[in-house]
C-alpha cells in the first residue's frame, strides 16, 4: 500500500516511516517546512498527485501553554486542517488515521477514562484536539486514536527533558499531583497497523498500559538510565504554567485490545525498552 505522512519528522512521523521502510511500504512523508498542512489547496495538491491509500496524520500544534495565547495556530493545525485531510481521504476512498490527546478530559473522573467518557478540555489545545477529532470522524470511517505522554526519538518529549535537567545543579522538583500514562511511538505503531490490517475504523484509546504520574516517571527514567538525582515531589500548581492541565488523564486500552486481540505493554516494560535501545 502506499502511505502518506503528515508531519513526518516528529517523533511519531518518523517512527511510521521507519516501519514503512523496514517492511517496504511505499510511502511519502512532509513536515511544516514542507507543506501547510492548513492551507487546503496545498493538501489537495498532493494528495491528489501521490493518491496514498492510507493517509497517517502526525502534524500537530502541541505548545500546550503557547496555544492559549496563540488560539488560531492551534485551532489551524489540530483542527481545521483535518477538515481539508479528511476531505481529500474522503474523495480519494483514502483510510486516514490520525491522532489525538489526553487533554480532551478534565481529569474529574479519577480513574482510566473510556472511549464513551465525557470530554470537557481544560485548555486551548485540547479544545483544538477535540474539534480535530471530529472533523477527522465525520465525512468517512477515519481512525482517530487517542494518546497520552507520548515519547520516542527526538527532543519533544518528557524523557528527553528529564534528562537535561538532571545535569542542572540541585534537585528535580515533578509533579506528583499530574498522572496519565507515558506512551511509546514503537507501541502506537504495532497497534495502529494491527488495526489497518483489520480495517478499524472509529475512535480508540491508545496509550501503553499502566498509571503513573510524572513524578513516578521520572524516577523510573532516571532509575533506569542509572542516573543518581534527588527527585523533590510537587504539585502541578508549583509551576504556575499558562495552559490548565487535568491532574488525572489516564486513559484505558482495554477496549482496542480486545477488538484486536492484543496486548499493549505497560508504560515500565517499554521505558526500559526505550532507554535500552531494543526498539
Request: aromatic share 12%.
Amino acid at each position: 500500500m502506499r502511505a502518506f505522512i503528515f508531519g513526518s519528522k516528529g517523533q511519531l512521523g518518523r517512527a511510521f516511516a521507519k516501519r514503512f521502510e523496514k517492511e517496504g511500504w511505499e510511502y511519502l512523508g512532509a513536515d511544516s517546512d514542507e507543506l501547510d498542512v492548513t492551507n487546503p489547496m496545498h493538501v489537495a495538491e498532493v494528495l491528489s498527485i501521490y493518491r496514498p491509500g492510507l493517509i497517517i496524520n502526525c502534524s500537530a500544534y502541541n505548545q500546550v501553554d503557547f496555544a492559549e495565547k496563540d488560539r488560531k495556530t492551534a485551532m489551524d493545525v489540530n483542527a481545521y486542517a483535518l477538515r481539508s485531510i479528511a476531505m481529500e481521504a474522503k474523495k480519494f476512498e483514502t483510510t486516514l488515521v490520525h491522532f489525538s490527546t489526553d487533554y480532551v478530559f478534565d481529569g474529574t473522573k479519577k480513574a482510566p477514562y473510556t472511549e464513551q467518557d465525557k470530554t470537557n478540555p481544560l485548555n486551548v489545545y485540547g479544545e483544538s484536539k477535540l474539534a480535530g477529532e471530529k472533523y477527522a470522524l465525520e465525512p468517512m470511517g477515519a481512525s482517530v486514536f487517542r494518546l497520552s505522554w507520548l515519547y520516542g526519538d527526538g527532543k519533544q518529549n518528557f524523557i528527553y527533558k528529564v534528562r537535561q535537567w538532571a545535569e542542572k545543579e540541585g534537585p528535580l522538583k515533578i509533579a506528583d499531583d499530574e498522572i496519565s500514562v507515558p506512551t511509546y511511538t514503537e507501541d502506537v505503531v504495532d497497534a495502529v497497523m494491527a488495526a489497518m490490517q483489520r480495517g478499524l475504523s472509529g475512535l480508540w484509546h491508545l496509550p501503553n498500559s499502566g498509571v503513573c504520574s510524572r513524578y513516578e516517571w521520572a524516577k523510573e527514567i532516571l532509575r533506569l538510565a542509572g542516573i543518581k538525582k534527588e527527585i523533590i515531589p510537587a504539585k502541578m500548581a508549583d509551576f504556575n504554567t499558562a495552559a490548565k492541565r487535568p491532574g488525572y488523564s489516564a486513559m484505558s486500552n482495554a477496549a482496542l485490545c480486545r477488538e484486536l486481540g492484543i496486548k499493549i505493554p505497560d508504560w515500565r516494560d517499554s521505558l526500559a525498552r526505550f532507554l535500552s535501545g531494543k526498539r
